[in-house]
């Protein structure tokens, strides 16, 4: 066998690790009814797949011979560990008569039990994140706690504490019913726009972004769009992501420094991600009162079509922002709707929103508020009272190229 | 079917239960109805004392009060069977609560 034969193998098996990886791991589970057990099939079928297709060719559908595979796998496992398993609480499944109940949902691809039950709101959000990494995305544990900072053994002993809990207090591997699914869906929305906005700007570290985050994040909202394409915030977080991630490679300049939106080089902009969630907003708009996610896309789709920062459409971005804050009433909205404000009724006028939300104190700590508010003062000639709030905002920041931009600012305040 | 115990943590009262307002103490009453609507089956169910007649045992020592000093305190459990954690929830979901909250904790397969 010669060296570009096993090099062509090994790149189909990695194709199909990242494409049909939660395909295949969903099905298993069905088998297996344990998610270590069906979690340690899939990835043996994969390694036996590196040397089966080498000798007899890849298959013609790659992610059925794998989930065969790994079926296979876990019955003979079971079989062999019956009698011990048999003690064992076991994944807690629908009978029969149950799935016929559920049969009228449009939505019964494996996948999506897979993902709700990763998502379940009854499991700690960071487990959340970790078990749809692994699980669904099939990110390794090493890889999983590099990108969020922790151990190895850390994220391990998370997610085995999180498998516990799904097995032991038995949450059932199914897809949400009706009148369970608005909450369900949102908990698996935010769980994948954390994902992204952890990818977008970097909790720490030199890298503003970190690209793999990202393109799993962007990824798993395809794959739920794929299998409930009739949900409008599904429709809506995959316009969020597409037109804030069109903008990817000018917000930072080639040395990796900070470039702000009023910055950034228009013409580089991705178009086609831009016209793509551009639609997909128009379609979930159609679509009856807009979700929090929606209206993040709609804001972000203005911004993406304005021919420059000046000609934005601001009564309209701030139009949305009313309405965002209506449905979703955060103090993050707020201080997004101040930056709209003062570009709508001046600085001054958004200053004193902003004030309002420093002695609201939800948002201590937050290092955009005093960010924000150190904009406003530099815009109104303040700059004493500017450098403080730079000052503040440095306090708080730990990614290296948010820090850089911070500095020079600061160092242009002290000058003022 | 699995089962569970849905723990019922509330804010100590001067005089327990007596000072639950009547529509509370009513939907108490409506709940082993409504479980049993939602297809749960429930196996006992005890409303405790106040936590000021309770004792408690560290080690040697012996001493008056709850082992747990708390705002709220347990008032009371009761044990069902539910087909999943979903279940379960709905269940403990049913409980009124003045303020407080309700701790749905799996139990042990036999």
Not at chain 1, 3 to 14: D, L, M
């Amino acid at each position: 066998m010669t060296q570009a034969h096993t090099t062509a193998v090994q790149r189909v098996v990695a194709d199909a690790h990242r494409r049909e990886w939660a395909f295949v791991l969903a099905a298993t589970v069905r088998v297996a009814r344990d998610l270590d057990l069906a979690e340690e099939c899939v990835q043996d079928a994969y390694l036996v797949a590196l040397d089966a297709w080498a000798r007899e060719g890849v298959p013609r559908n790659p992610g059925a011979w794998l989930t065969t595979a790994a079926k296979r796998k876990a019955l003979d496992a079971l079989r062999r560990e019956q009698l011990f398993r048999s003690k064992l609480p076991l994944l807690v499944e629908p009978d029969v008569t149950e799935v016929d109940d559920l049969s009228d949902d449009a939505v019964q691809d494996d996948r999506l039990r897979l993902i709700f039950t990763c998502c379940h709101p009854a499991l700690a959000r960071e487990a959340q994140i970790a078990l749809t990494l692994r699980l669904v995305c099939g990110v390794s544990t090493g890889d999983i706690a590099r990108a969020f900072l922790v151990s190895e053994a850390t994220m391990a002993a998370r997610m085995t504490r999180a498998k516990k809990k799904i097995s032991a207090a038995r949450i059932a591997y199914r897809v949400p019913t009706a009148s369970e699914l608005p909450d369900r869906l949102e908990a698996v929305l935010n769980v994948i726009h954390l994902l992204y906005t952890t990818g977008h700007t970097a909790p720490s570290g030199d890298r503003l972004v970190r690209v793999d985050l990202v393109e799993r994040a962007l990824d798993l909202t395809r794959m739920l769009r794929a299998l409930m394409p009739d949900e409008p915030e599904v429709r809506g977080l995959l316009a969020l992501l597409l037109v804030t991630d069109a903008r990817r490679s000018t917000r930072t300049d080639a040395d990796g420094r900070l470039v702000l939106l009023e910055e950034q080089n228009r013409s580089a902009w991705d178009r086609a991600a831009i016209e793509e969630g551009h639609l997909l907003v128009v379609e979930a708009l159609r679509s009856g009162r807009p979700g929090r996610f929606t209206l993040q896309a709609a804001i972000a789709a203005l911004h993406a079509t304005a021919p420059s920062y000046a000609e934005t459409d601001w009564p309209q971005v701030l139009t949305l922002y009313d309405e965002l804050l209506r449905v979703w009433p955060s103090p993050v909205v707020a201080l997004n709707r101040a930056v709209a404000l003062a570009m709508v009724r001046g600085p001054a006028v958004a200053l004193g929103e902003i004030e309002e939300l420093e002695r609201d104190g939800r948002l201590a700590g937050y290092r955009y508020l005093p960010a924000t508010k150190a904009d406003l003062l530099r815009r109104l000639g303040r700059h004493h009272e500017a450098a403080r709030a730079y000052r503040a905002a440095l306090d708080l920041t730990d990614n290296g190229a948010e820090r850089t931009f911070l500095e020079d600012r600061l160092a242009e305040a002290d000058a003022g | 079917m699995p089962q569970y115990a849905i723990l019922i943590y509330e804010r100590e009262t001067p005089n327990g239960v007596a000072d639950l307002p009547p529509e509370v103490l009513e939907a108490h009453m409506r709940v082993p109805e409504r479980v049993e609507e939602l297809g749960g089956k429930i196996l006992n169910a005890h409303a405790t004392q106040p936590t000021s007649t309770a004792t408690t045992i560290r080690g040697d020592v012996i001493t008056d009060g709850p082992f747990i000093e708390s705002k709220e305190a347990m008032a009371g459990f009761f044990v069902v069977e539910a087909r999943d954690l979903d279940h379960a929830v709905a269940i403990g979901r049913l409980v009124p609560i003045v303020s407080g909250g309700v701790e749905v904790r799996p139990l042990l397969a036999g």
